[in-house]
C-alpha cells in the first residue's frame, strides 16, 4: 500500500517538474509576439507592421546584436516626438525620439550579453504615445538580427 502511493507521489513530481521545466522555456515563445498588427506595404513598397503602444517579440540567445527600423508614421504628423524604448529581457537598452514623420530612423542595438539558459531572449518596444482610436504606435519594418 506504502509503495504504491511512493510510486504515484513519484510520478506526480516527475510529471511536475517536467511541465515546469517546459513552461520555463517554452518551445513555441521564439514564434510569439504581441502588439504588432498584420504586414502592410507603403507606397513605396517597404513592407512593416504597425505596432501598438506597446510590442513584444524574441530572439534567439545567441544573437549578439539587433537592428530595428522604426517610423513614427502619418498617423504622427502633428505634435511632439514619440519616444521609442527598447528593452531586452527587462533592461532598457535604446531610448530613442522620432522627430520627424515619415523619416525611418535605425536602431542598432548590441544585445547584452548576460547569460540566460532561455533559447530566446524578449525584447519589448513601448511608445509614449499612441494614435487615432486604433492605438497606432510606430511602424516597424521586418526585425533584423545576427
Known amino acids: 500500500m506504502m509503495d504504491r502511493r511512493l510510486r504515484r507521489l513519484a510520478v506526480v513530481v516527475a510529471l511536475a517538474g517536467t511541465l515546469a521545466w517546459v513552461l520555463y522555456d517554452p518551445p513555441w515563445v521564439d514564434r510569439a509576439t504581441t502588439g504588432l498588427r498584420a504586414s502592410e506595404s507603403g507606397p513605396d513598397g517597404v513592407v512593416y507592421q504597425w505596432t501598438n503602444g ?48 515619415g523619416a525611418w530612423t535605425a536602431i542598432e542595438i548590441p544585445l547584452p550579453s548576460t547569460p540566460t539558459r532561455r533559447r530566446t531572449r524578449r525584447v519589448d518596444l513601448s511608445v509614449n504615445r499612441t494614435a487615432s482610436a486604433f492605438n497606432y504606435g510606430v511602424q516597424l519594418r521586418p526585425i533584423e538580427w545576427r
Request: cysteine-free; aromatic content about 4%; charged content about 15%.
Open 54 to 101: 506597446h510590442a513584444a517579440f524574441y530572439v534567439p540567445r545567441t544573437a549578439t546584436h539587433l537592428a530595428l527600423h522604426v517610423n513614427r508614421g502619418h498617423v504622427h504628423e502633428a505634435g511632439p516626438a514619440v519616444i521609442v524604448r527598447v528593452r531586452v529581457d527587462d533592461l532598457l537598452v535604446s531610448t530613442t525620439a522620432l522627430e520627424a514623420p
